[in-house]
């Protein structure tokens, strides 16, 4: 059965670097969403990406967040400048179709922990 | 603002009992709601889907109700079993011009023994 996959699993970096977050979603999806969950708390909508742009972002997502597709197959996360709060668990998820449709089933990858030191 | 709420936070059953999940919402306009599974470590899994229409949705020994008049949702798990145990999290979906917003609930941390 297809799935999301994500790299790195668990990834440690010091505040202030840049990480990128990497995601390859299904094959036939269209839509393509970054989650985090910080320890503890509930998950988070960061942004959706459809046709090579941002569709939709939350304002957690600010300027030192970006998002690409940078070929047919990936889809990553960079965090410029990462700050201790960014520590937590990033979601990637992919859908054939928009959420606001029932057929937008989303499906989530394993995720990657981001520790920031 | 759109939030989501369920109760309660915790739950420890024993195995081969049921149990309800509860989920309150106030997302506007609501599109559908759906219920998920979190492994510890893990990505959600989804369970159910359920648009405005739809009174009951089942998976297996989940089934999922509810009710768009007082926005309120149910999941009842049947014949729990260990491996149920998992944090089960409601998700709402707004009707936006962009691709997507979901509202995420804290989930019901749910433990099931022997």
């Known amino acids: 059965e297809p799935e999301v996959t994500q790299t790195p699993s668990h990834q440690v970096t010091q505040m202030g670097q840049e990480v990128i977050l990497r995601c390859v979603p299904i094959s036939?999806?269209?839509?393509?969403?970054?989650?985090?969950?910080?320890?503890?708390?509930?998950?988070?909508f960061l942004v959706s990406f459809y046709n090579n742009e941002i569709s939709e972002?939350?304002?957690?997502?600010?300027?030192?967040?970006?998002?690409?597709?940078?070929?047919?197959?990936?889809f990553t996360l960079k965090i410029r400048s990462t700050k201790l709060e960014d520590s937590a668990m990033y979601f990637c998820a992919s859908s054939e179709a928009p959420p606001r449709i029932k057929l937008g089933e989303?499906?989530?990858?394993?995720?990657?922990?981001?520790t920031v030191t | 603002?759109?939030?989501?709420?369920?109760?309660?936070?915790?739950?420890?059953?024993?195995?081969?009992?049921?149990?309800?999940?509860?989920?309150?919402?106030?997302?506007?306009?609501?599109?559908?709601?759906?219920?998920?599974?979190?492994?510890?470590?893990?990505?959600?899994?989804?369970?159910?889907i359920m648009t405005f229409s739809e009174n009951t949705k089942s998976n297996g020994r989940y089934t999922a109700t509810l009710d768009a008049d007082t926005k309120q949702?149910?999941?009842?798990?049947?014949?729990?079993?260990?491996?149920?145990?998992?944090?089960y999290i409601c998700v709402v979906s707004a009707v936006t011009g962009g691709g997507n917003k979901l509202t995420f609930g804290t989930g019901t941390q749910l433990k099931v023994e022997l």
Request: net charge neutral.
């Open chain 2, 1 to 48: 603002k759109n939030q989501v709420e369920q109760s309660p936070q915790s739950l420890i059953i024993l195995e081969g009992k049921n149990c309800t999940l509860q989920c309150n919402y106030t997302v506007s306009p609501f599109s559908n709601l759906r219920w998920y599974k979190q492994d510890t470590g893990r990505g959600p899994v989804s369970l159910t």
């Open chain 1, 28 to 44: 036939n999806h269209l839509y393509f969403y970054w989650y985090r969950q910080i320890l503890g708390q509930k998950v988070e």
């Open chain 1, 57 to 74: 972002k939350s304002e957690i997502f600010d300027d030192q967040f970006s998002v690409e597709r940078p070929d047919g197959s990936n």
């Open chain 1, 106 to 114: 989303q499906y989530f990858g394993p995720g990657t922990r981001l």
């Open chain 2, 73 to 87: 949702s149910s999941l009842h798990i049947t014949a729990s079993q260990l491996s149920d145990s998992a944090s």
